[in-house]
């Protein structure tokens, strides 16, 4: 079975657990935590997949750098899936779990990348639009590509709008060929 849907499926067990404990936003922080952890310190994330590391030096790493920043439920997750030889698939867990999470509270995460800084006027803007088209809770990141030379791209799931004026040169290069 995938990486992914092995995760998925543990993210799944976890979201279930953790919303008939009514602990889901706290799960979901630690989820966040967790995952920012291992992007920041590859060491860690490099030891926790490490097939050659034994389980229970795993645990003990695990409950040494997040004891007391965790919720209880969290510990004993990270536990199991240890315990059952799926340390390797806990960051994508964590993902999927805060995933699962965002769509379970109709939370749309919106990417936007834009060729210079928006204003607050304009992110404001974006959020506007897209809670009126999707509902719910918008989360926007934001970036700058200064290589888009104009415009911006928008990215919400697997749907992405590209205004950019490097593409619509791209397109009149292509028309022109």
Do not use: C, W
Not at 3 to 28: F, G
Not at 38 to 48: G, T
Not at 59 to 79: E, P, R, W, Y
Request: cysteine-free.
């Amino acid at each position: 079975m995938s990486e992914i849907k092995v995760a998925s499926r543990y993210a799944k067990s976890l979201l279930d657990l953790a919303i008939e404990k009514k602990l889901e936003k706290e799960v979901r922080n630690d989820m966040q935590l967790f995952a920012e952890t291992l992007k920041a310190n590859s060491e860690l994330a490099s030891v926790i997949k490490n097939p050659i590391i034994s389980l229970d030096k795993k645990k003990n790493i695990l409950s040494a750098v997040f004891a007391g920043k965790m919720q209880d439920i969290t510990h004993s997750f990270f536990n199991i899936m240890v315990n059952k030889g799926r340390a390797a698939v806990l960051e994508e867990a964590a993902k999927e779990f805060i995933n699962q999470y965002n769509i379970h509270n109709n939370i749309n995460s919106v990417k936007v990348v834009s060729a210079a800084p928006l204003t607050e006027a304009s992110k404001s803007e974006i959020v506007e639009k897209v809670k009126s088209i999707l509902g719910g809770e918008v989360i926007l990141n934001v970036s700058v590509d200064e290589s888009l030379i104009g415009g911006l791209v928008l990215t919400i799931g697997d749907k992405q709008y590209d205004a950019s004026i490097a593409s619509k040169l791209s397109q009149l290069k292509k028309a022109f060929a």
